[in-house]
């Protein structure tokens, strides 16, 4: 850059990074106004109307903050970009921010190149988005994701954001560092629980690679963004309707429904696995408002076991949308006679649709082999009386038996074939524990019980902490 008449008013009252600020800045030939606090910058910004072509700031200062510097700044000239610099502490006035009209924000600690590209950004619009350094995630297609699932003490595997808008991500935390608790705690206290994830970061994360398509439909009949989207809204009008959870508290009941949204909206991003969900959303209303809310138990269900790695979860949600894919290939009219009424041959055809299922997602490379095995087990009982296999309960997969209690709670609470009229969920608990108790998993059952705020009987009390031998769940 070799413009001088690029005037930059900077803000910030430590006086070490302004130093340095300034010195980045003069290097690429801006002129630099230096103010050490909100007062001065306002004073400043007046004194040199009409020459300051962009405004940094720090948003937390003393005298006055960046606020109200942005506040002064956009009464007095609403076309002078403003940057605003945040840290932890400062996210709830970062969104404040958005709403009074601050152009860019970038989060500290940042590197000199990434502020020289929200400066271009800003001062050369045509350019937005087109810098690798840009802090701000544009994409609006991001995933939400629950904050407690990154305290691990591990590195992250992905760059986490905080939505300020419909389309505006604040990058936080970078691929390779730490949440620690203090700095959860630090966001929880400000009212964020949840952070964002790019889709196709969250897929590798969870340990998909997708074939992410664009929003144009390819040649050749590929599925177009709006049949995605249309999908997606659908999906969320049955996880909020189908899904009963009287009893829940509200917060484990949003970050149930958030997993599942989450994993929704990334497999949407993949032809393959949007047709997957497709079939079963448009075989059979019931199918599919059954497999959503498998999905959403069985989150509640991990989530009260203690299982923190995002992507078990994501699997065992995975797990409860495509448990009943083989369904598809069962003809409609057996899928919706209730189960009494069956002829042996029937019941014979009915229960093939898990080795179908299994069979369907064995033909998607990408298909984690957990969710598969997951889905090929979860009508096997831990008595041995289950099927295809009559496994017993040490040759269970751990998914599978939270999957399996899910489902059979499902078939109790929503409306289906089997249930015209469904029960509660307490009524349904207590239906489990007179009737299917040596069925399901007690560690599963004593997360569901919590989930419910149900009583855990005395003789299983020693399941409610279980993990039921997953490691690092």
């Known amino acids: 850059m070799s413009d001088n008449s690029k005037t930059v008013l900077l803000v910030d009252d430590d006086a070490g990074l302004r130093d340095i600020l300034q010195a980045t800045l003069e290097m690429e030939d801006y002129t630099v106004i230096a103010a050490q606090d909100g007062e001065e910058a306002k004073q400043k910004f007046d004194e040199n109307a009409g020459s300051i072509m962009v405004v940094i700031s720090d948003i937390r200062m003393p005298k006055a903050d960046g606020i109200a510097v942005l506040e002064h700044v956009k009464n007095k000239d609403n076309f002078t970009p403003v940057i605003l ?36 950004i800003v001062l050369n619009p045509a350019n937005k988005g087109a810098g690798e350094d840009d802090e701000m995630g544009r994409d609006p297609e991001f995933c939400k994701v629950w904050l407690e699932d990154f305290v691990t003490g591990s590195s992250l595997q992905t760059d986490l954001y905080v939505r300020l808008s419909p389309k505006k991500y604040l990058k936080v935390a970078r691929t390779g560092t730490t949440l620690d608790r203090p700095r959860v705690e630090a966001y929880k206290q400000r009212g964020l629980n949840y952070l964002y994830i790019p889709k196709e ?78 079939m079963l959303n448009t075989h059979s209303d019931a199918l599919y408002a059954h497999s959503i809310a498998v999905s959403v138990y069985s989150a ?17 949600v995975m797990a409860g949308l495509f448990h009943d894919i083989g369904k598809k290939e069962i003809p409609r009219q057996l899928l919706e006679k209730n189960r009494v009424s069956l002829t042996e041959d029937e019941i014979k055809t009915l229960e093939t649709h898990v080795v179908r299922g299994k069979n369907i997602l064995l033909q998607m490379p990408k298909m984690p082999s957990d969710v598969v095995l997951a889905v090929s087990q979860h009508h096997e009982y831990c008595n041995g009386q289950g099927y295809p296999a009559r496994l017993t309960v040490h040759k269970i997969h751990p998914l599978a038996k939270v999957l399996s209690l899910a489902n059979i709670f499902s078939n109790l609470v929503v409306k289906g074939p089997q249930h015209k009229a469904p029960m509660e969920p307490k009524e349904a608990i207590q239906e489990i524990l007179d009737y299917q108790l040596e069925e399901v998993d007690r560690h599963a059952l004593a997360g569901l019980m919590k989930a419910f705020g149900v009583e855990i009987p005395k003789e299983f009390e020693k399941y409610g902490q279980g993990k039921l031998g997953l490691t690092g769940t």
């Open 201 to 278: 970061d969250f897929a590798k994360y969870v340990g998909l690679n997708l074939k992410v398509t664009t929003a144009i439909a390819k040649a050749g009949g590929g599925i177009s963004k709006a049949q995605k989207m249309q999908l997606l809204k659908h999906s969320t009008e049955v996880i909020l309707e189908q899904t009963n959870v009287n009893g829940v508290s509200q917060e484990l009941a949003e970050v149930a429904h958030t997993l599942v949204g989450s994993t929704l909206s990334m497999m949407t991003e993949d032809d393959d696995l949007y047709s997957l969900l497709d």
């Open 85 to 120: 610099m945040t840290g932890i502490a400062e996210i709830i006035q970062t969104k404040k921010a958005v709403d009074l009209g601050c152009d860019d924000f970038i989060a500290k600690p940042f590197k000199p190149s990434e502020l020289l590209a929200a400066l271009d």
């Open 300 to 316: 509640l269900i991990a989530q009260k076991m203690a299982w923190t790695s995002l992507p078990t979860k994501s699997k065992l």
